[in-house]
């Protein structure tokens, strides 16, 4: 099995798209806001598009809900596409539903400027952002059962040239989310510290949170998630190595469950031990 990638920003046209791509590249599979497609029908999985705020619809886009991946993995084992296409807003999102999936390494990446004009991505924009519109790259009539009350639009309201692509390639369907009326989210980092300082305090081991540091790991414009770092005081009679891997995890557990975004790394300094007195026994 192969793996192929499309990124480009949110609302740049990728899904429109998608079809015409896996086309020329010989997939036979896509995978899209949390779906799995092939044929033009939705195999496995639920759409990011149908949660009713943007938090749930990134952890449905990146398969983090609870057995979201398990799914769409087992139906991969089953169907056995010869080529998958994954859709995601950057490199490091689509690298992350191949690990999360247990696919193949991403052997190529397209990236929506070297498939479509600055005008194109515009027009895309303004209907995603003015109007709420998200096109999904299957039939209408596959997507009536996953997107009751969601549906709009005939796909040639908005691309007026699409029809004879649609023959060739298959349909596409426009719906508009509950989420694109929320604009946009900012998470803050006091956000982030909250939520961490919260997760430390309910280890009974852990005595005292200092110097709580939020990080963005960016390259360019683009944000790879965050590295976080603490120092703590731990009471004694625990195994600290056990105790600080368990609680990396946790942390990390609870921020990419919260919020959508990705923690590329906690480190936790353990600065000092607290022993409690005991009081003497005569």
Not at 5 to 34: M, P, Q, W, Y
Not at 67 to 81: L, Q, T, Y
Not at 200 to 225: P, R, T
């Amino acid at each position: 099995m192969d793996v192929i990638a499309l990124v480009g920003s949110s609302g740049t046209g990728k899904s429109h798209r998608a079809l015409k791509v896996a086309k020329e590249h010989n997939a036979d599979a896509i995978i899209d806001d949390g779906i799995l497609i092939q044929n033009g029908k939705i195999i496995a999985g639920a759409s990011a598009k149908t949660e009713k705020s943007k938090i749930m619809a990134v952890r449905r886009a990146i398969f983090i809900l609870p057995g979201h991946a398990e799914e769409v993995r087992k139906a991969i084992n089953e169907v056995k596409p010869h080529r998958i296409l994954i859709i995601g807003t950057s490199e490091n999102m689509v690298h992350k539903i191949a690990r999360t999936l247990e696919l193949p390494s991403i052997q190529l990446i397209i990236h929506i400027e070297d498939i479509a004009s600055k005008s194109e991505m515009a027009e895309a924009q303004f209907h995603r952002l003015k109007e709420g519109k998200h096109i999904i790259p299957v039939p209408t009539i596959e997507l009536k059962p996953h997107f009751s009350g969601f549906l709009i639009d005939p796909l040639q309201s908005l691309f007026k040239h699409s029809r004879v692509r649609r023959r060739k390639l298959g349909e596409k369907s426009i719906v508009r989310p509950i989420f694109s009326y929320y604009g946009k989210l900012v998470i803050d980092d006091l956000v982030i510290r909250s939520i961490v300082e919260k997760t430390l305090k309910a280890k009974e081991s852990v005595k005292k949170i200092k110097n709580v540091n939020i990080k963005h790991v960016l390259q360019g414009d683009e944000n790879y998630g965050l590295s976080i770092s603490c120092e703590v005081i731990l009471s004694y009679g625990s195994h600290i190595p056990t105790l600080i891997s368990q609680t990396q995890n946790k942390v990390r557990e609870v921020i990419e469950f919260s919020t959508g975004l990705i923690v590329q790394s906690i480190n936790i300094a353990v600065r000092a031990l607290y022993v409690e007195q005991q009081q003497a026994t005569y």
